[in-house]
Structures are given as structure tokens and as C-alpha cells.
């Protein structure tokens, strides 16, 4: 009977070991598995950075210029970086817009174009805006909108703010940098503080 017990439970934990692996190999999976155009920066990266956010968020667009200041400062022989921007599903109307809009860009070989295109244009962003982008990226916009009610578009922004939560963030601006969680929420940020988060997550 004991021996049967002991058993039992060793087999208990295999599973439960097995599901830990499988579930950290879906969360990496989820994190850095960004085919080309999906990504800017290196392709074969020391460190990569993703960020969570939302295109209706003040502060996810606010801290979008600076770390772009960042990004452009790094020099040739300092660390190879990647950058992975990852819109989840918004609570409001122009962000769910917004977040369609540059995944259905994607099936056009245009998310990064379509990622910049939306944040640096103003709020809110309505179905017009999706007309302006698609003239200004030379998108097909009849395919353009088809693509914005793709339900594998919906499914990548719900996917994306599942795996924050997964990271330990409840909210946006989030940054990942390694095994590092940084949320950011609403505070200003400067070129130094990304300068430190990659060196920390480098150490």
C-alpha cells in the first residue's frame, strides 16, 4: 500500500515537472517567436525586448518615441538587440481598432510599417484612420478590412495580453526583457532607464 502511494505520487510529480517544462516552453514560445516583420533589430539578437501595450494607452504611446531614442543610440559594437511590439486586446473601441489594424497589416508584409503609422498618429483612431494608413502604407484596403475581422487577428491580441498576465503584469506599458518584467503603467520613462533594464537583464 505504501509502496503504491509512493508510486503515485512520483508519477504526480513527473506530470506536474513535464506540464511546468511544456508550460514555459509555451510561454517563451508565445514571447520571442516573431517571424520576420514582426520584429526590428538584430536577427540574431544578445537580448530581446518585448513590449506589451495597448495603441489607446497614453502611456504605451508616450514611452513608444523614447525608446526608439534608445533603440537608434545603441552602438555598432554594443549589445545586439531585438525589439518585439505586442498589442493586446484593448478595453476601449480605438484600441481594439488600432490592434486589427496592424495585424491585418501583417498579412500584408506592413505590421511594423502599420505599428510606427499608429503610433504617431493621433487618437482615436475610427475606421477612417484605417482608409489614411492604407493610402499612406500602399495597402490594399479592401483587404485591409476583410483581414481586420479575421478571427486569427482577435486571437493574436487576446493571446498577447494572456501572456503578459503570464509574465506577472496586469496592466500597459509592459517590457520583457529576458526573464526581466518591468511595468512601466503611467510614469514617464528615459533612454537611461532602457540603457539599465538591458544591462541588468545582461549580467
Known sequence: MIYRLFITIVALASLYFIYDIARAYSLRNNLYNAGPGFYIGADDPDVTIVKFFD????????????????FKSLP?????????????????NSGILAGRMAYAASMQGKFIEAHEWLMRNPLPIDESAAVQMARELALDYNKLRVDMD???????????????????????PTFYVEGLTWVVGPRAVSVQDFENIVNEAMQ
Open 150 to 172: 479575421n478571427p486569427n487577428v482577435e486571437m493574436l491580441l487576446k493571446t498577447n495580453g494572456d501572456v503578459n498576465l503570464r509574465i506577472g503584469s496586469a496592466s500597459v
Open 55 to 70: 495603441y489607446s494607452c497614453a502611456g504605451c504611446r508616450s514611452s513608444h518615441p523614447v525608446f526608439m531614442d534608445y
Open 76 to 92: 555598432e559594437d554594443g549589445p545586439k538587440v531585438r525589439y518585439i511590439p505586442r498589442p493586446v486586446y484593448s478595453t476601449n
